[in-house]
């Protein structure tokens, strides 16, 4: 059974960091990219960063890039979102995504994902 466990999250003021964890399970981790999408109440879930098994990585939207970093771990079978220069634009529920290619993760063709941990950003 794959299980993808998200913790990190927080109450934090606008300025601030948090760094998400994403651990996995049930998968072989290390040949699967992993994913950080965001839902913030009433929208529509977002992509935010990817990362393919090798570390290759890439963020959308622009809004994020330069502040939130995603990287990985795989003799952990952990994936990480940093997030820096938070803005309370930010807040949403953070959502780890698994599927076996980085082709067409980006846009929500997921395999697996995580029951979400909140990020709160207050101004």
């Known amino acids: 059974q794959v299980q993808l466990v998200e913790s990190g999250g927080g109450l934090v003021q606008a300025g601030g960091s948090l760094r998400l964890s994403c651990a996995a399970s049930?998968?072989?981790?290390?040949?699967?990219?992993m994913g950080w999408f965001r839902q913030a109440p009433e929208k529509a879930r977002e992509f935010v960063a990817a990362i393919n098994w090798r570390g290759g990585s890439t963020s959308d939207p622009d809004s994020v890039k330069g502040r939130f970093t995603i990287s990985r771990d795989n003799a952990k079978n952990t994936v990480y979102l940093q997030l820096n220069s938070l803005k309370p634009e930010d807040t949403a529920v953070y959502y780890c995504?698994?599927?076996?290619?980085?082709?067409?993760?980006?846009?929500?063709?997921?395999?697996?994902w995580g029951q979400g941990t909140q990020v709160t950003v207050s101004s």
């Open positions: 049930g998968l072989s981790f290390s040949s699967y990219a």
């Open positions: 995504a698994a599927r076996p290619t980085l082709n067409g993760l980006r846009y929500g063709r997921v395999d697996y």
